[in-house]
């Protein structure tokens, strides 16, 4: 059994991000470090919080899996959890209980120490997954990005076929759905933070406009 040393922030890249894109975790643990010169905890498992077996009806596979995973969270003695997942972020909170952030949320309470990095234009995608608006804009406005939003933004956002399972059941359908979403952009980027919508959308762009998920603006 591995013990963990205490420390005051645990971030938690969610299983999507730590098997098939590293990199977006690679981009935070450089904010945290490099921007922000915080000692983040990350846990060297690859464990999963059991968000899509819990959205897919699996009740009982999802309540053995987060006895498992919990169990691992709880030998890191890390109360408070930062992930860049907004299922993590979801689950984490309601069923796991635990004091967690999603990544934009911890971010910009800390937008005054953010470096300017751009004087240009882009736009921002609103996931249904996540249902937070005022933060990533603040951490975008931060580091010198002007917003062109989409006609259909925050609360009127549309879904872009991320969602519910979509990509892997029915993908065509879930590729129609991200046409829209570029229809509606101004702007020759387009930014999401959220993994899954990243990953969709970045599949789905058209010549002319680059998809960014928001830690990876911080690479230059």
């Known amino acids: 059994m591995i013990f963990f040393k205490p420390k005051k922030l645990l971030y938690f890249p969610g299983c999507l991000v730590t098997s098939v894109m590293p990199e977006i975790a690679k981009n935070?643990?450089?904010?945290?470090?490099?921007?922000?010169?915080?000692?983040?905890?990350k846990i060297s498992e690859n464990i999963c919080c059991g968000a899509v077996a819990y959205f897919n009806g699996y009740t009982k596979d999802f309540e053995a899996l987060k006895e498992k995973t919990k169990e691992i969270f709880e030998?890191?003695?890390v109360k408070n959890i930062v992930t860049n997942s907004p299922a993590c972020f979801w689950?984490?909170?309601?069923?796991?209980?635990?004091?967690?952030?999603?990544?934009?949320?911890?971010?910009?309470?800390?937008?005054?120490?953010l470096p300017i990095l751009y004087d240009e234009e882009i736009s921002y995608y609103d996931s249904p997954n996540l249902m937070?608006?005022?933060e990533p804009r603040a951490i975008l406005e931060a580091i010198g990005l002007k917003i062109i939003e989409l006609e259909r933004n925050?609360?009127?956002?549309?879904?872009?076929?991320?969602?519910?399972?979509?990509?892997q059941n029915i993908p065509l359908?879930?590729?129609k759905l991200a046409k829209p979403i570029f229809n509606m952009c101004k702007t020759k980027k387009l930014v999401v933070a959220d993994p899954l919508a990243y990953y969709h959308l970045k599949n789905n762009a058209p010549p002319g406009i680059k998809?960014?998920?928001l830690g990876e603006l911080f690479k230059i």
């Open 91 to 113: 689950t984490l909170g309601k069923h796991y209980g635990f004091k967690v952030q999603h990544v934009s949320q911890f971010l910009s309470a800390y937008k005054a120490k």
């Open 173 to 175: 359908l879930a590729n």
């Open 154 to 167: 925050r609360e009127d956002t549309v879904i872009c076929g991320a969602e519910g399972g979509m990509i």
């Open 75 to 77: 030998m890191s003695t």
């Open 28 to 41: 935070y643990e450089h904010i945290f470090h490099h921007f922000l010169n915080l000692n983040v905890f």
């Open 132 to 134: 937070i608006y005022d």
């Open 211 to 213: 998809v960014f998920e």
